[in-house]
């Protein structure tokens, strides 16, 4: 079954930058959407960034301004770009992909393949 890796997470400063990378075990369908999302014990998971075939993305609120989405749908690789982190940016990431099937973008409904996550923590 394809699992998708992540990488790039640890522990910065507040203020610092961390990328996250994310790709698939092995080859897969295309995607039309991938996706990062967090979550913190307690909390919903929280749809973070995400990207179609068309290069059109879409951010949390909370987010904008401060992250970009990037990647190749064709590929299922995803790619997350994290500046001027805030501690309530401290999460568990998960990077998504609906693996060629179309649940929207953003997705109503779950996407098909998941990574185990990495984590970031943002110290104040």
């Known amino acids: 079954e394809v699992q998708l890796v992540e990488s790039g997470g640890g522990s910065v400063q507040a203020g610092g930058s961390l990328r996250l990378s994310c790709a698939p075990s092995?080859?897969?369908?295309?995607?039309?959407?991938m996706g990062w999302f967090r979550q913190v014990p307690g909390k919903e998971r929280e749809g973070v960034a995400f990207?179609?075939?068309?290069?059109?993305?879409t951010y949390a609120e909370s987010v904008k301004g401060r992250f970009t989405i990037s990647g190749d749908v064709f590929k299922n690789t995803l790619y997350l770009q994290m500046n001027s982190l805030k501690s309530e940016d401290s999460a568990m990431y998960y990077c998504?992909?609906?693996?060629?099937?179309?649940?929207?973008?953003?997705?109503?409904?779950?996407?098909?393949?998941w990574g185990q996550g990495t984590q970031v923590t943002v110290s104040s």
């Open positions: 998504a992909v609906d693996g060629g099937v179309w649940v929207g973008c953003p997705p109503s409904a779950e996407f098909y393949f």
């Open positions: 092995q080859d897969t369908d295309a995607s039309f959407c």
């Open positions: 990207i179609d075939r068309d290069g059109v993305t």
